[in-house]
């Protein structure tokens, strides 16, 4: 309940904060707009060459656009000024007072600045899945969009605890604030399957920065490529990675001194 | 004006080597885009035999030529100028007797170029390793005839965003503009796909445009997939882009500059 109310109140001052920036707003959205066209224009060109990429339709590249978005959009609304925020309080030392509130401070780092435009993104991302699904037609049931869903959102927390771990980091190397650059650069892999890209590249967007877990697979279970195993063990990898993640968070914070000590 | 242009180039190489770092990091999110393609436009050609004539070869040569072909014709001059324009640091710039945005900015991104390039070279030597191209095709005239090609592509790019870069002195939105040229570079140049792939009114459209001469048209020289009449089509196109790339700018700029009252002044 308190969570909900804090989180309110900060949507509250975020939207007060892009209040100010309106006319930026509308050009943020129109851009949007421009680069969604770009990319059915390059799913079209790619389909007017090739029925199917890798074995999957367009129906299904434009769920998997989806998904890409609604990772993308968590990307640029929370992860990236909540990084530059926090790489600045490790910087000069405000993180104490992070640290100092009543309320857990990786709840605090995650939403503390919300790029508000973006929850446009996200009822696009939404659209683009649910208009995705509806093309792909007769393969899907039930219980495969039920495991899309699990999936997508064990994956996006795939990413999220990623994120947690690498921030974390800079509490032991105060320099490395690259930190979030190589997730972000690795990004674009999700926009298309994985399983069309060499063993190399699919090792590393699915190993080491793991992209194609947060897209391509939660697209496979809604083709009903995965078995029920599988889907409970990604399930699983999603939880895992969290607590993983929250126990890096606190073996960090412990070595937290303050900028001036 | 030599000496000038050889002190500029040391002081610049050496801003540019302290930033090494971050220069790594923008190749590695620069190189992520046309490995992916690649990795598409090879699966669909592998399945379907070829795309319209286009084998897996042709797209593993193209985009591997790419790499080399973008990093030479790109620039970032609207990421090392546009803030100067914006926060009024630019007026220290524009009392030297020398033009800012033709030979220091100029130079500077020439320096950065040089850097990426060295940085690329390991990059592009593994990617040879791992998606083994055959070259055969390729001849040293080829390589030859693209160079001055690629030197031109590169001025004609850096006068546009340099024009794009001087609307900062009317405009705060000057980087929204550039996300848009970005998409039409996108769109035009032969970045997403060779060109002849893409819906035939985009093609017909971007024969006049610049954008082409930045990645397409190069890399076809370099593949030497064209005929004499088209190089030399390719060739009067650049030298008509950039006498008008040229004109344009030094009219934007010179009304930006009698505009500009810097900030804190």
């Known amino acids: 309940m308190q969570t909900l109310k804090l989180l309110s109140s900060f949507l509250k001052v975020n939207i007060q904060m892009s209040l100010a920036y309106r006319a930026d707003t509308v050009v943020n959205i129109l851009l949007n707009f421009m680069w969604l066209g770009w990319e059915l224009l390059s799913l079209n060109i790619i389909f007017s060459n090739t029925t199917s990429l890798g074995g999957w339709g367009l129906g299904e590249l434009i769920a998997l656009l989806g998904v890409f978005r609604l990772v993308n959009t968590m990307m640029m609304a929370l992860i990236w000024p909540n990084t530059e925020k926090f790489n600045q309080s490790i910087r000069d030392g405000s993180m104490d007072y992070t640290i100092l509130q009543p309320i857990n401070s990786m709840f605090l780092v995650t939403f503390s ?3 508000v435009w973006r929850i446009w993104d996200l009822i696009l991302a939404i659209v683009l899945i649910v208009v995705g699904i509806n093309m792909s037609g007769d393969t899907t049931t039930a219980a495969s969009i039920l495991a899309f869903f699990l999936l997508t959102i064990s994956g996006v927390i795939v990413i999220y605890s990623l994120w947690i771990v690498l921030i974390a980091l800079t509490f032991w190397f105060t320099k490395f604030d690259n930190n979030v650059t190589i997730l972000h650069a690795l990004l674009d892999a999700g926009r298309y399957p994985a399983t069309v890209y060499p063993v190399w590249l699919r090792m590393i967007v699915t190993f080491i920065i793991p992209v194609a877990v947060a897209t391509t697979i939660p697209l496979q279970a809604l083709r ?5 195993n599988q889907i409970i063990l990604f399930f699983g990898v999603g939880v895992l990675s969290f607590w993983i993640a929250t126990k890096v968070w606190k073996r960090g914070l412990k070595q937290y001194s303050g900028a001036s000590s | 004006m030599f000496l000038i242009f050889q002190r500029l180039w040391q002081v610049n190489w050496a801003e540019q080597w302290q930033y090494r770092a971050n220069l790594l990091m923008y190749l590695l999110y620069w190189l992520v885009s046309p490995i992916i393609y690649l990795a598409v ?5 592998n399945a379907n ?3 319209k004539g286009f084998t897996a070869n042709d797209f593993i040569t193209y985009y591997m030529v790419l790499l080399i072909v973008d990093q030479a014709t790109s620039n970032i001059v609207i990421h090392t100028f546009g803030y100067k324009i914006q926060d009024g640091t630019l007026s220290g710039e524009l009392i030297k007797p020398i033009h800012p945005m033709l030979t220091n900015a100029l130079v500077n991104n020439v320096a950065f170029k040089a850097l990426t390039i060295m940085g690329l070279i390991p990059v ?12 055969s ?17 590169f001025l004609i790019s850096y006068l546009i965003s340099a024009t794009i870069t001087a609307l900062a002195f009317w405009t705060t939105r000057v980087y929204s503009i550039h996300e848009f040229y970005f998409a039409l ?23 006049y ?3 082409q001469l930045f990645i397409y048209y190069p890399i076809q020289l370099i593949l030497g997939k064209l005929s004499v009449d088209q190089i030399i089509q390719g060739y009067v196109m650049a030298g008509i882009w950039l006498v008008v790339s040229f004109l344009l700018f030094t009219w934007v700029w010179r009304a930006g500059v009698k505009r500009f009252s810097a900030v804190g002044a």
Do not use: C, E
């Open chain 1, 113 to 115: 600045r919300i790029t």
């Open chain 1, 224 to 228: 009903g490529d995965l078995n029920i």
């Open chain 2, 41 to 45: 436009w090879t699966s669909i050609a």
């Open chain 2, 49 to 51: 035999g070829d795309v």
């Open chain 2, 124 to 135: 592009w030597i593994i990617l040879f390793f791992l998606f083994k191209p055959d070259f």
């Open chain 2, 137 to 153: 095709g390729v001849a040293l005239s080829g390589i030859l005839i693209a160079i001055p090609a690629m030197i031109l592509g």
């Open chain 2, 185 to 207: 570079i996108l769109l035009f140049s032969g970045q997403f796909v060779p060109l002849t792939l893409m819906p035939p009114i985009i093609q017909n459209i971007a024969q």
């Open chain 2, 209 to 211: 445009l610049p954008f």
